[in-house]
């Protein structure tokens, strides 16, 4: 039994360093994800001089992708037009081997 | 120089030996012969093993009843667990239908195996019980006859019985067919059943104290004592193997869960990793490829690590092959280390001088191996020179022990001379070739020590050298306290079995570490494709964020 411990100890140990990296790996890139998003979210925004339609289909998509977009609008100008909105994106930050499963924020703002 | 009666018992003996290895050679070719027959059957076995009633028959041979319940409930546990291992793998049908089929195919096989296995068990049981017996029981009446017959009671229904009842009603109708007297024909009836040097060795002794008389009683304990180890030994390996059948199984199991663990983790990162569609590992068509093969290898790992179990437990331990061992011993004696290393230069010449305009001229790299190559080449002399001792003090050990025993039995009645003539025949081809030059030394200088110390010097074991030195003492002060110096002679041979046994355990522990390690083997194979393969499918997926319209 002895055997059995020595010669699976490192590969368990293996099994468990691959996983650990590949997490870490998968919660780098949705980090990029969300952020490469929310310039997405920001530029269509401004292209389309915030037009709500343009706002709810960002939201929809936003939804399928598995993030929430809050979009805050700020400021607005004397014909009481928006200039100005936040776009707040989150997403989930999740390292399951090490137990890690938060909501980060990644934000911007369309001017 | 010898008398000439010595002479004419020399010449007597040789004439004698003779006849036996034309006998022996005989009954080899006879047996040779059997085994190229049972090997070609094995094919067709294999094939007419799959209908239950050929293993029934196959099964009963053994002596053993293999009911068709039993069969049909072993089918229908192997079914479930190849569809157990499928559902894990989430196997394709095909798949799984492969995998039972080759499991159907090796299933016969194994049953067969487990027989056997129980069947050599049984015999070296009642081997070992026969040897006891006999000796106890003919320490009453002195006959053979008589001894047989009190150990008809004792033993069980089973194959030795049967033999040694045949060996009474042998006796009963008093026929020789040859002239080795009846007892010996008798007896040979047991032998040819369990063929092994302890039922030989108490048979041989049991034969010459009814033919000759003279005092036993010493021979008999020191026969039981060697059979008490013998049997110590033999259910010390059984265990030991057992043991590591057992963490071969745990291996297997243990594989399966990681290398099954592995997949399903990738799955579970992969569907995180992916969150536009449904990530599934195990749909791809070279997964469930591995996943099959890995599969079927750690059954025949398992086939193979049960088959380790199955020992002919009566046969004398032979590490090599009589003519690789005679080879390896030929090249040892014959070895000339100026004439060796001449030969070494002479090969590795060539490479050499290669080494340096491939550094400069070349790629650097190659000089690494072309390095290796001719150190290998200068040194081969010295590797092979290596080898072939090992093997041979290996087997030597083994070996040695054995002939030591059959000459303490026969320096009970003869001087030290004619034992060792006679204790010739039934040694090993090397210690055979070792005691004819021994002869020759002890009939050219018999009052020298060195007659005796040169007995296998080129291998240098301080045991056998000890064991020489002794026998001279007992030569030298003839019959007078030869009784204490064989016990002396019998304690270093206990200590040789001892390192004998060492040898032999750590031979078949290494084996079994083999097998041992086929699982971890094929789970790292396995586990490195499956990451390998999933990590390439993961990092495809990190592109699959669906951004714009």
Redesign the interface.
């Known amino acids: 039994m002895d055997q059995i411990l020595k010669a699976f100890t490192g590969l368990v140990l293996l099994f468990v360093n691959f996983f650990l990296c590949i997490s870490v790996v998968i919660a780098c890139e949705k980090r990029v994800d969300a952020d490469e998003f929310k310039s997405f979210v920001v530029s269509e925004l401004e292209n389309s001089n915030f037009n709500d339609n343009v706002i709810s289909a960002c939201k929809n998509q936003a939804q399928e992708n598995g993030y929430e977009l809050v979009i805050d609008k700020a400021v607005y100008d004397q014909e009481n037009d928006m200039i100005l909105a936040n776009v707040k994106l989150n997403y989930t930050y999740v390292i399951p081997l090490l137990g890690l499963n938060e909501t980060k924020m990644v934000q911007g703002v369309a001017r | 120089m010898p008398s000439k009666k010595l002479k004419r018992e020399i010449k007597r003996w040789n004439q004698k030996n003779e006849k036996q290895k034309s006998r022996e050679k005989k009954v080899k070719l006879k047996r040779e012969e059997e085994y190229k027959q049972i090997r070609k059957k094995k094919t067709t076995t294999i094939l007419t093993l799959l209908n239950p009633k050929n293993l029934q028959k196959e099964v009963h041979i053994y002596g053993y009843h293999f009911s068709e319940f039993t069969h049909a409930l072993t089918i229908v546990l192997v079914l479930l667990a190849c569809a157990g291992v499928g559902i894990l793998f989430e196997l394709h049908v095909y798949c799984i239908v492969f995998i039972t089929v080759v499991a159907m195919c090796i299933l016969p096989l194994f049953i067969l195996d487990m027989f056997h296995r129980m069947y050599e068990q049984k015999r070296f049981a009642q081997a070992g019980q026969y040897v006891e017996q006999i000796l106890y029981s003919f320490k009453h009446k002195q006959k053979i006859y008589a001894a047989l017959y009190d150990c008809l009671l004792v033993f069980e229904d089973g194959l030795m019985k049967d033999k040694m009842k045949e060996a009474i009603l042998y006796i009963d109708t008093g026929k020789t067919v040859t002239d080795r007297g009846i007892l010996r024909e008798a007896l040979d009836i047991i032998e040819e059943a369990f063929p092994n040097d302890k039922i030989r060795n108490a048979n041989q002794l049991l034969v010459s104290v009814e033919e000759r008389g003279g005092e036993y009683e010493e021979s008999a304990k020191l026969l039981l004592e060697d059979n008490n180890q013998w049997i110590r030994r033999g259910y010390g390996l059984q265990a030991d193997k057992k043991q590591r059948h057992l963490?071969v199984t745990?291996?297997i199991i243990?594989s399966i869960i990681?290398c099954a663990?592995?997949l399903y983790?990738l799955n579970?990162?992969g569907n995180?990793?992916d969150?536009?569609k449904h990530f599934n590992i195990f749909q791809y068509s070279i997964i469930q490829t591995t996943s099959c093969i890995f599969i079927i290898f750690l059954l025949f790992v398992y086939y193979k690590s049960s088959k380790t179990l199955t020992n002919d437990w009566l046969a004398s331990h032979v590490l090599e092959k009589e003519k690789l061992l005679l080879s390896s011993y030929e090249y040892v004696i014959r070895y000339k280390e100026s004439k060796a290393q001449k030969k070494s230069i002479l090969y590795a010449a060539p490479i050499i001088p290669c080494i340096i305009p491939v550094y400069l001229f070349s790629y650097k790299w190659i000089c690494i191996p072309l390095f290796i190559l001719s150190c290998i080449f200068l040194f081969q002399h010295k590797i092979g020179y290596f080898i072939a001792k090992q093997s041979v003090v290996r087997q030597l050990y083994l070996s040695f022990p054995q002939w030591l025993m059959d000459l303490a039995l026969l320096l009970q009645n003869n001087n030290v001379f004619v034992s060792i003539t006679k204790s010739q025949k039934q040694t090993n081809i090397i210690l055979q070739k070792e005691l004819e030059k021994l002869l020759i030394r002890m009939q050219e200088n018999p009052n020298r020590i060195n007659a005796y110390t040169e007995f296998c010097k080129e291998f240098d074991i301080p045991e056998i050298y000890s064991c020489m030195k002794m026998l001279y003492s007992i030569a030298e002060s003839g019959t007078g306290n030869v009784n204490q110096q064989i016990q002396e002679l019998l304690m270093q041979m206990n200590e040789m079995e001892a390192k004998a046994e060492e040898i032999e355990n750590e031979h078949i522990k290494f084996k079994m570490?083999k097998i041992?390690?086929y699982p971890?083997a094929a789970?790292?194979l396995k586990?490195s494709f499956d990451?390998s393969f999933g990590?390439i499918l993961?990092i495809s997926s990190?592109q699959s964020?669906?951004?714009?319209?």
């Not at chain 2, 964020?545 to 319209?549: A, E, L, N, R, Y």
């Open positions: 963490e745990f291996s243990t990681l663990a592995v983790s579970w990162m995180i990793a969150m536009q570490e041992f390690f971890i789970v790292c586990m990451m990590m993961m990190f964020v669906f951004i714009g319209g």
